[in-house]
Structures are given as structure tokens and as C-alpha cells.
């Protein structure tokens, strides 16, 4: 897929509070938006328009009561409000090539989840109901021919390209996530950890620093991504990914994976995205 032709996006998403949890304190949000609006994308749906821009993202909350559920409610509509002053930003820019715009988006989507972090520090200090409130957050930003991603914590971001397999480009926020990546444990072996939720990272929360991962990848018809909180990732593993999301299903693909991962676990809320490039 290159700049001038046409995008095709199909997506679907899906959440599940689980069989545990008392409410779901995860949120997904889709968007569309150029630099005059933004649209609120339903829960499933196709769309072809070079014009616009297309934003997934998906949040995992966590804090007391309901603290943790308004914390990821936060980062979305945080998403929704700032991203298109940062979308006019960089159709100003000069284009000559994707480098420039790549680090400028870069630029941009770290700064964006910095405002989100701040605001969550500010609304934990300011109200005892709030404090210690944090958020996953793992997003990416559809531009023609080039997909942007930023992540932080232990949501996930895979790509699942039209050759076949699977990938997670994201990486996993937490000491257990590192000992992985190191090869010094498997993924069994990480799974079963006893310290695989205790994260390193996360907006708000009190950290007082933070370091998103950011990226981007050329994307391309036949692709497909998936950004998922991990309760859905919790009894599932990443060659199970791949067979549930390229099985023949009726169901939305989300909705497919989102219940399989309740029915092998449900221990934690369960949320998936689904983009696919066709």
C-alpha cells in the first residue's frame, strides 16, 4: 500500500470483564479523523478514505475502586482530544521521505502519552479516590502506507503479516517481559512467572519518568495487527494467537479471540483490536 492509493481498513474490537474482576477497567477506542474532525469508530467496520487518518488504541487500567477504570478512560479520550492538533503539526511539515515524518510522529506520539501521564499524576494528587491510579496504553496511528505505534506496560502489539506467523512489536514492561527478550526464560516459563503483572512501567501510577516505546512499520495489504490487554494474552500463547485469528470464524475477530481467551482463563478483563489491511 503507498500514499496514493486508496486505504482499506476492516477492524473489530471487543472487551469482557472475565470471570474474576467485579468491573472492567479496560478501554479500546477507534478513531478516524483528518484536521478539520474526528469521528468515533463503532465497534466493527470498514472504510476506505485516503484522506483520513486512523487511530486503535486499547488501555488497561488499574487502582482502587473504580480508579483504575477511569484511569484508562482517561488515555483514550486524551487520544481523542489531542491527536488531531498533532495531526495539523505534521501535515505542515515539508515532505520528502518518510524519515523526517517518522521521527516527527515519533516525536508527537511521545508527547501526547507524556500529557496523558501527567494528567493522571495530577488527578492521583488531587483526590484520594484517585490515588495510585495508572494505565497500560498501546495504540497505533494509521498514516497512507505507514502505521505508528507507541506503547507502555504489558498491553501488547502484534503484527501478523500477510506471509504468515506472528510478531509482538511491543514489548512487555515488566522484569518477566525483560528475562524473556534476554532468552534466559521461555514463554511458558514467563506466563507461570510469579512477578509477570508487576510492571516497570505505566502511565501515572506515581512513576515519576516515563519512556514510551514508539515505532512505525510499513503496512501493506493482507496485514494484520492486533493490540490486546493482557488478560487476553494471559492463557493464550502467541502460536494460539495466529491459529484463533486466521481460523474461519463468523464472528468479528475480536470478539473470536476476546471470548476464547475468557473461556481458557478469565482471570483479568479481556480487550482485543483487530486491523486488518485488505
Known amino acids: ?132 491510579m495508572g ?18 506496560g504489558d498491553s501488547r502489539f502484534y503484527h501478523l503479516p500477510k506471509k504468515g506467523g506472528i510478531s509482538q512489536i511491543s514489548e512487555d514492561d515488566t522484569h518477566v517481559g525483560w528475562l524473556f527478550r534476554q532468552g534466559m526464560i521461555n514463554e511458558r516459563e514467563a506466563k507461570n512467572h510469579p512477578r509477570r503483572n508487576l510492571l516497570q512501567k505505566v502511565l501515572g501510577a506515581d512513576h515519576q519518568f516515563i519512556t514510551p516505546h514508539v515505532g512505525s512499520l510499513t503496512c501493506a495489504p493482507g496485514d494484520r495487527f492486533l493490540l490486546c490487554s493482557d488478560g487476553v494474552t494471559d492463557g493464550i500463547f502467541d502460536a494460539q494467537l495466529l491459529e484463533i485469528l486466521t481460523e474461519s470464524t463468523k464472528k468479528p475477530l475480536a470478539q473470536h479471540l476476546v471470548e476464547e481467551a475468557v473461556e481458557r482463563s478469565g482471570r483479568d478483563n479481556a480487550t482485543a483490536m483487530v486491523i486488518e489491511f485488505l
Not at 141 to 150: D, Q, V
Open 135 to 152: 494505565t497500560t496504553l498501546t495504540m497505533c496511528w494509521l498514516r497512507p502506507g505507514r502505521l505508528y505505534f507507541a506503547h507502555i
Open 1 to 132: 500500500m503507498n500514499s496514493s492509493s486508496s486505504i482499506t481498513v476492516r477492524w473489530s474490537g471487543h472487551t469482557d470483564i472475565g470471570h474474576v474482576r467485579k468491573n472492567n477497567e479496560d478501554s479500546f477506542l477507534g478513531l478516524s479523523l483528518d484536521v478539520h474532525e474526528v469521528r468515533y469508530l463503532g465497534k466493527i467496520g470498514e472504510a476506505s478514505d485516503a484522506s483520513k487518518d486512523y487511530v486503535f488504541a486499547v488501555s488497561d487500567g488499574m487502582g482502587g475502586a473504580m480508579a483504575g477504570e477511569f484511569a484508562s478512560r482517561i488515555a483514550v479520550e486524551k487520544i481523542t482530544k489531542m491527536l488531531p492538533s498533532y495531526l495539523n503539526q505534521l501535515d505542515k511539515m515539508p515532505k520528502r521521505d518518510h524519515a523526517p515524518e517518522d521521527d516527527s510522529a515519533n516525536q508527537l506520539l511521545i508527547a501526547l502519552f507524556h500529557e496523558i501521564h501527567r494528567a493522571l499524576l495530577f488527578l492521583s494528587n488531587s483526590y484520594e479516590e484517585c490515588r495510585g
